[in-house]
């Protein structure tokens, strides 16, 4: 009882999103239209991402390339910026579920060694934030990048055009957040990390394969064909790994908003709420039901994928659900035994919505001028 219990908590949304899937299937029963929902090149390179992150993640050379960062700065602010910056630009390469796993425990570790744990709320809700608006800048720096970017073909420079101008400003803002944190000096103690330079060009060709297959450089069965096995000899561990819960969360989503697209009423209903602002909606999605789910459910009832895009990616820092990252950095912080939840969330919703009021403000002036 307690593993099912433990389970259905770490994956509360792959659990909605499998209910959410069976229910609108009494509406919409099972038919050959359902093989049509999947965007099966998005499943491919996620899941092929994922591997390699893992395999990299397992040889420590993450946690080597941030360590190395850490230790060259001596006092608590410019060490957060540092851990801050580490996520927002390791989210831009790796996603930003894994940039937060990855990257967590370290903010973690050099706060308690250093005896500075009254930073931890702090530096892991800006950790959260940097995860999630630093992987807004690449097409599979966030899971709905990666679908997005996929379901309507954007070429790569209108991409960056279009999420450079909030990645600025999230750089600027979180910087400007770190200022309020004193430059208190600390020393960071620990033994080297050596990493195997047989196993550490293996992973990164195959991360190089991965970001090809993104950028359709390369066709995603090939990575299906070729991780896989590299890895099956390489590092069994990685495969096992691999969030397949939140590929199953995916494959849910997929059916749900496929279903619902076919549902006459709701089909009319989106489509009047995005006539009038689909930048708008979709943030205001986001806070309900998520980022990943927003962006499947619109992408089906508007063919403006710029705003879409904007929305589903601004609209990932706010509430707790807003995206599924920031659910992974509640659960790690509650496994580290910190035991100030309430003062986390009371924090976490001043900083998150302060973030999302600035940059959906911003982009609205952004459109008036």
């Known amino acids: 009882m307690k593993r099912c219990i433990g389970f259905a908590k770490k994956n509360a949304v792959m659990l909605i999103a499998m209910a959410a899937a069976a229910v609108t299937s009494f509406w919409v029963p099972v038919d050959r239209e359902y093989l049509g929902y999947f965007d099966w090149k998005t499943l491919a390179c996620l899941f092929c991402v994922l591997a390699v992150v893992c395999a990299l993640k397992n040889i420590n050379f993450f946690y080597m390339l941030a360590r190395s960062v850490v230790n060259r700065f001596r006092n608590v602010r410019l060490c957060i910026l540092a851990i801050l910056y580490i996520t927002f630009i390791g989210s831009m390469l790796i996603a930003n579920d894994m940039a937060l796993l990855t990257f967590l425990p370290l903010g973690y570790f050099v706060l308690t060694s250093t005896n500075k744990r009254k930073y931890i709320e702090f530096t892991f809700i800006m950790q959260n934030i940097a995860a999630n608006l630093g992987g807004m800048l690449t097409p599979f720096g966030n899971p709905q990048n ?111 908003s496929g279903n619902m ?70 659960r790690e912080y509650q496994k580290d035994g910190l035991g100030h939840t309430a003062k986390y969330i009371g924090m976490f919703s001043a900083l998150n919505f302060g973030f999302l009021g600035l940059l959906v403000g911003l982009e609205l002036i952004l459109k008036a001028v």
Not at 166 to 179: G, Q, Y
Not at 203 to 226: C, D, E, K, M, Q
């Open 146 to 256: 990666l679908y997005l970017y996929s379901k309507f073909d954007i070429p790569t420079a209108e991409f960056l055009g279009i999420m450079a101008p909030p990645f600025a400003a999230a750089v600027i803002l979180m910087t400007l957040c770190c200022f309020f944190v004193k430059p208190e000096p600390l020393e960071l103690e620990g033994e080297p990390i050596r990493l195997s330079p047989k196993r550490t060009v293996l992973y990164l060709a195959l991360f190089a394969l991965s970001i090809a297959i993104v950028f359709r450089g390369i066709p995603y069965w090939v990575g299906l064909v070729v991780i896989p096995a590299v890895l099956l000899f390489a590092d069994r561990k990685a495969l096992a790994m691999v969030d397949y819960p939140l590929l199953l969360t995916f494959v849910f989503f997929f059916i749900f």
């Open 261 to 330: 697209a076919r549902i006459g009423a709701v089909k009319e209903l989106l489509s009047a709420m995005l006539s009038k602002s689909v930048l708008l909606f979709g943030v205001l999605s986001c806070q309900v039901i998520s980022n990943v789910p927003t962006a499947i459910l619109l992408s089906r009832f508007t063919s403006n994928y710029g705003d879409l895009l904007l929305s589903v990616n601004i609209g990932g820092v706010g509430t707790l659900v807003a995206s599924l990252a920031s659910l992974i950095t509640l």
